[in-house]
């Protein structure tokens, strides 16, 4: 069924219970005692009629949930009113009769239920099924992963059983971003969050919280095992000092459902743009709102976008980067799959200020879940008429395709994606000229990253000058993270531009696990550098950032502790780069293929003096001479681990000694004669019976057997196995 | 028997497809490998015949993408993820058990075609790593002695092949 802007509000309209309901915002709330038995003392009853008169007038800023009974028996039947401007009033011995009166009188201000609910559908009786509470569950990959679909079945099974199906709904959202704490639930409109769930837990959630209104404590979250549990979802520290703009809706809808996004004012931007700016005046918006692309350039979008609308040609196309390749980054992933119609909305905004018709998302292959929740949405798009001829009755039309990577990090390369698209190799090329001008088939083509996609939408809502009003002078708005490695809080954030290092891996991250001390943070992937502590205050902005020697990149941050061998990790980074490599020219070809040679050789025990230098020397060649973005960020992670951590490379070379004991042939596992008690775990459980000694007596590890797994070190229970 | 005819009628149908809509040369690539889950030798000179597609533009991108192999795949297909976050978190530790364990490197397949490894650069669940996928299915904060229970539990349940 083709959209129209009437349809689009009505839909809008008819969403707006669902979403005061999962914001909670409402007007007017209503909080019904359980009572301490809920079968006798008619508390049930009073929360069906209430949730009843809800469905029946229409009304949608309205809330009822239950409370846990305190133990007095008073309480049966009892509800407390809470008008929005009033004071509290509370009303006990209710029965169907009384609780008509009191919402009449206090909800709808005097207006009968059949009056108002003319006025509310127009006329014609239409009541739809209203739920008093929405579990928000995560169906994101991680979720998923942790059987978030199993406990969608255990969840609808428990609350049938409890004769909730009326009042409880279960809906599945994407990607809340804390994903080692899932599965994640939230309820809704209380925002009360639970974590970690099993199906074990579920009869135990339904009875408890969902009918008798007390919530689980044992199932909300702790920062450490001996804080009080905290139940809300905005006063746990990883969620508190986010700022939401590409992220918003996560958690909150269902992405298979295009409704729920039209009812967030979804496409409301598009309808703006394309009915009432022309083109340019939507490029104005964008170059004022200072954004920059979020893939890792930070090139203003707004110009880029300019140069692509002035090219000459009359077949322009838009792409959108979701070809994610940077290890540890799973921002465009977690969009995609939460909220896909906002990146369709941004390229729907960006096409019609540059002049494309046509536009491919180039999709990571190694995403299936975002792939079919793209998938899905475009579909959707298309049922309504927002994609495709003439939209929404204008002279508008765009359509979009899927194309699917197939594992070339090279291909997150504008040049490289574009040949990819073409069918040609997958090889970059020089620029100029840019894509701009000269892209798919030659034509001009603008091309942005995910999260830059999504964030359009919410500029054009709200404005130009409410997004730059967040972040610094030089770097507007939010930027989305993924806080990974050695951190607590291990998840995904969107924070304001600006903010510091230390408070998004100590505030946010919640700090190093295990009592460890921090070492390093690394941004911006295999092109980008780390940051050592005394840089951790340094603000994330993208001058900042290129100052430090680091780049912002596509937003993964890597956490590193002590236990981490910053010479290690370069040389894991450049087996990376070289192993991408298209092998197009030789400074990165033969470049990075040496580099890495001295990079194990020192990792091994076979650096020799002038190393350091030499590698130093290639690094800059490297940068200068290499064609594409690839081989010229390549030795990124080199020379900052040089310059920040230039004496753990001396300790390889000269001492032969690795401080981070990780370079296995740097190290030697023994067994602590005092403290071994020939347990004969180690013994059991040696892959390469390098382990000698009888039970109950010392056990020794013969070193020219010994492969240093570290097995021996993880199974013993009484920490009598060490390395270095 | 009926299994090859059933994917010899596929492979038909991605040909059909490509006629008629001529798109990307790779997502064609994909859909072959969706039928076979490798890219066989017989396949792709039919495909380049009948498409007038040169063979050799169809090995340097069968060659380039990691995603594709010119080698049937073992029964079951274990990932493991060693992006940085992952690789931070003990990845490679995950590797050498697995390659200690089937008597394989990573790339290869076991001799008795139950078990192909592979290292793949990130899967994008990194809050859960280390991580591996097998046919698929994700596993979350591995560790030497978890992967050595997970295998145990693939090779006692050998997969049916029709």
């Not at chain 1, 840089?535 to 502790?561: C, K, Q, R």
């Not at chain 1, 025990?605 to 064609?627: F, P, Q």
């Not at chain 2, 530790?93 to 139950?114: F, P, S």
Request: aromatic share 6%; net charge negative.
């Amino acid at each position: 069924m083709k959209m129209t802007i009437e349809k689009l509000d009505n839909i809008r309209q008819q969403m707006k219970h669902v979403w005061n309901l999962r914001e909670g915002k409402a007007r007017a709330r209503i909080t019904v005692k359980m009572g301490p038995d809920v079968a006798e003392t008619g508390s049930r009853d009073v929360v069906r009629a209430f949730l009843s008169l809800i469905r029946d007038s229409g009304v949608d800023d309205v809330v009822v949930t239950a409370s846990g009974c305190n133990g007095e028996c008073k309480d049966a039947s009892t509800a407390v009113v809470e008008i929005e401007g009033k004071s509290p009033t509370t009303y006990r011995d209710l029965d169907e009769g009384k609780v008509r009166k009191i919402f009449e009188k206090e909800v709808l201000n005097g207006k009968s239920v059949p009056e108002y609910a003319a006025a509310s559908y127009g006329g014609v009786s239409e009541a739809e099924p209203r739920y008093r509470m929405n579990l928000m569950l995560c169906a994101g990959t991680g979720c998923v992963s942790n059987n978030s679909l199993q406990l969608k079945e255990v969840l609808n099974r428990e609350i049938d059983r409890q004769g909730l199906g009326d009042e409880v709904q279960v809906v599945l959202t994407g990607c809340n971003g804390f994903c080692a704490h899932g599965p994640i639930l939230v309820v809704q409109p209380e925002g009360i969050f639970y974590q970690l769930l099993e199906e074990k837990d579920i009869p135990r959630l339904v009875e408890d919280h969902f009918l008798r209104g007390i919530p689980v404590h044992d199932y909300m979250f702790k920062s450490t095992e001996k804080e009080l549990p905290i139940p809300l979802m905005n006063n746990i520290s990883f969620f508190k000092k986010q700022r939401l703009v590409a992220l918003a809706n996560r958690g909150l809808l269902d992405p298979e459902n295009v409704d729920e996004y039209i009812g967030r004012d979804g496409y409301r931007a598009l309808v703006r743009t394309i009915t009432s700016m022309s083109p340019e005046e939507v490029i104005e918006v964008v170059k004022s709102s200072g954004l920059r692309g979020r893939g890792g350039g930070g090139f203003p979008t707004g110009m880029k976008w300019e140069v692509c609308r002035n090219s000459s040609g009359q077949d322009k196309y838009i792409i959108c980067n979701a070809d994610e390749g940077d290890p540890g980054a799973f921002m465009d992933r977690s969009i995609v799959e939460s909220d896909p119609h906002s990146v369709l909305e941004g390229m729907l905004i960006g096409a019609y200020a540059i002049g494309a018709s046509n536009g491919f998302v180039y999709i990571r292959d190694e995403y299936p879940l975002a792939l079919n929740r793209l998938s899905i949405a475009i579909e959707k798009a298309e049922e309504y008429g927002l994609l495709g001829k003439n939209i929404l009755g204008t002279e508008f039309s765009f359509n979009v395709q899927i194309n699917r990577g197939a594992g070339a990090f090279v291909c997150g390369e504008e040049t490289s994606l574009i040949h990819s698209l073409e069918g040609e190799n997958p090889e970059p090329r020089t620029k100029p000229p840019f894509p701009a001008t000269s892209g798919y088939m030659g034509k001009p083509t603008n091309i942005n990253n995910v999260e830059t996609w999504a964030t359009v939408p919410h500029i054009l809502k709200n404005g130009a000058e409410w997004f730059a009003n967040i972040g610094t002078e030089k770097s507007k708005g939010t930027k989305v993270f993924s806080v990974v490695g050695k951190v607590k809080n291990t998840g995904l954030v969107e924070v304001p531009m600006g903010i510091t290092m230390r408070e998004v891996v100590f505030n946010i991250g919640g700090g190093i696990p295990n009592d460890k001390q921090f070492k390093a943070v690394q941004i911006g992937g295999p092109s980008g550098g780390c940051l050592p502590e005394h840089l951790i205050d340094t603000p994330i902005d993208y001058e900042s950032l290129t100052n430090a020697g680091a780049i912002m990149g596509s937003g993964g941050l890597i956490v590193m502790d002590e236990d981490t061998c910053m010479v290690e990790v370069a040389r894991y980074f450049l087996s990376f780069t070289q192993d991408e490599s298209c092998g197009k020219c030789p400074p990165c070809r033969e470049g990075t293929r040496h580099m890495y040679n001295i990079l194990a050789e020192i990792t091994e025990g076979r650096g020799t003096e002038g190393d350091i230098e030499l590698l130093e020397e290639m690094a800059l060649l490297v940068k200068a001479t290499a064609i594409c973005g690839l081989g010229k960020t390549a030795p990124n992670p080199v020379l900052t681990t040089i310059r920040y951590f230039r004496e753990e490379y001396e300790a390889h070379i000269k001492d032969k000694r690795c401080p981070a004991r990780v370079c296995k042939p740097l190290i030697t596992y023994n067994i602590i004669e005092d403290t071994c008690t020939g347990c004969h775990l180690c013994f059991k459980n040696c892959p390469t019976d390098a382990i000698v000694g009888e039970v109950k007596e010392l056990h020794t590890i013969l070193q020219e057997k010994c492969i240093k797994c570290g097995m021996c070190f993880d199974v013993c229970r009484f920490d009598a196995v060490r390395y270095g | 028997m009926n299994e090859t005819l059933e994917k010899t009628e596929q492979i038909e149908q991605v040909i059909e497809k490509f006629r008629n809509v001529r798109g990307s040369i790779t997502g064609l690539l994909q859909d072959i490998a969706g039928v076979y889950r490798y890219l066989p030798e017989e396949v792709l000179e039919q495909v380049s015949e009948e498409l007038d597609l040169p063979l050799a533009k169809l090995y340097t991108l069968a060659t380039f993408y990691k995603s594709f192999r010119l080698e049937p795949i073992g029964d079951h297909h274990v990932c493991v993820c060693i992006g940085t976050a992952c690789h931070v978190n003990g990845a490679q530790k995950i590797v050498d058990v697995l390659e200690r364990e089937l008597h394989v490197n990573a790339g290869e397949t076991t001799e008795d075609g139950q078990f192909t490894v592979e290292t793949v650069n990130c899967l994008g669940a990194c809050a859960m790593g280390p991580l591996i996928t097998v046919d698929g299915e994700y596993h979350g904060k591995m560790d030497q002695n978890r992967m050595k229970k997970l295998l145990k539990k693939y090779q006692s349940t050998k997969r049916e092949t029709v």
